[in-house]
């Protein structure tokens, strides 16, 4: 039983919802499958618009909603960080890298976000990639030279392909058993079905 989660790498929602991701699957005894996607290339062939094209309202709407989710989860975000969604593609690279390698995705992924959203730094700068694999313990050279690997890019753009074919259309989404889940606030959606499903033991 598996989780297939799809997620962008500048995505501040995912960030919210990455510690209780894995809490669920650990107490359900149910794998995930991390697959960051190209959401630029999901929204061009969903219909989504980037954050930077929408109407104010909807700009101003974020911002109030991941400050109640904060409050709610104790967990800080900044909603207009100095860096905002900056090209995104060797960060996803970099984890998908990880990945193939056999490394620690979780704290890679969030230490990447983190980056981002509670730290003021520029995830698209190569040189900060760099400082992030090295804080986390990890070769940062070997990751760096499978990252430019063409079946790196291959298989980025395989999830992007596979995003779009299971219905997803932002970050995060989360697969299971085929039915679909979008946003950190359908975890406990999430929990329910795979509750209900038996979890790993069916």
């Given at each position: 039983?598996?989780?297939?989660?799809?997620?962008?790498m500048n995505s501040d929602?995912?960030?919210?919802?990455a510690?209780?991701?894995?809490r669920?699957?650990?107490?359900?005894?149910?794998s995930?499958?991390?697959?960051?996607v190209?959401?630029?290339?999901v929204?061009r062939?969903t219909?989504?618009?980037?954050?930077?094209d929408?109407a104010?309202?909807?700009q101003?709407?974020?911002?109030?909603?991941l400050?109640?989710?904060?409050?709610?989860l104790?967990?800080?975000?900044?909603p207009?960080?100095k860096?905002?969604?900056?090209?995104a593609?060797?960060?996803?690279?970099?984890v998908?890298a990880?990945?193939?390698m056999?490394?620690p995705v979780?704290p890679?992924?969030?230490a990447?976000?983190?980056?981002?959203w509670?730290?003021?730094?520029?995830?698209s700068d190569?040189?900060?990639?760099?400082r992030i694999?090295?804080a986390?313990?990890l070769d940062?050279?070997a990751?760096?030279?499978?990252?430019?690997?063409?079946?790196?890019?291959?298989?980025y753009?395989?999830?992007?392909?596979?995003?779009?074919?299971?219905g997803?259309f932002?970050?995060?989404?989360?697969?299971?058993?085929?039915?679909?889940?979008?946003?950190q606030?359908?975890?406990?959606m999430?929990?329910?079905?795979?509750?209900?499903?038996g979890?790993?033991?069916?």
């Amino acid at each position: 039983m598996r989780i297939d989660y799809y997620f962008w790498m500048n995505s501040d929602w995912a960030y919210l919802g990455a510690d209780r991701l894995e809490r669920i699957a650990a107490d359900h005894g149910v794998s995930i499958r991390y697959m960051p996607v190209d959401l630029p290339d999901v929204y061009r062939r969903t219909g989504g618009q980037l954050l930077s094209d929408r109407a104010p309202e909807r700009q101003a709407y974020r911002i109030v909603e991941l400050r109640r989710w904060c409050r709610t989860l104790g967990i800080h975000v900044n909603p207009t960080p100095k860096y905002m969604c900056p090209n995104a593609d060797a960060a996803s690279r970099i984890v998908i890298a990880a990945d193939m390698m056999k490394l620690p995705v979780v704290p890679l992924y969030k230490a990447i976000l983190r980056a981002e959203w509670c730290e003021e730094r520029d995830i698209s700068d190569p040189a900060e990639l760099r400082r992030i694999l090295s804080a986390c313990g990890l070769d940062v050279n070997a990751i760096l030279a499978t990252a430019d690997m063409p079946d790196v890019e291959k298989l980025y753009r395989t999830y992007t392909d596979d995003a779009v074919k299971a219905g997803v259309f932002g970050s995060p989404s989360y697969v299971f058993n085929g039915e679909l889940f979008w946003g950190q606030d359908r975890l406990d959606m999430l929990e329910a079905a795979i509750a209900a499903s038996g979890g790993a033991a069916q």
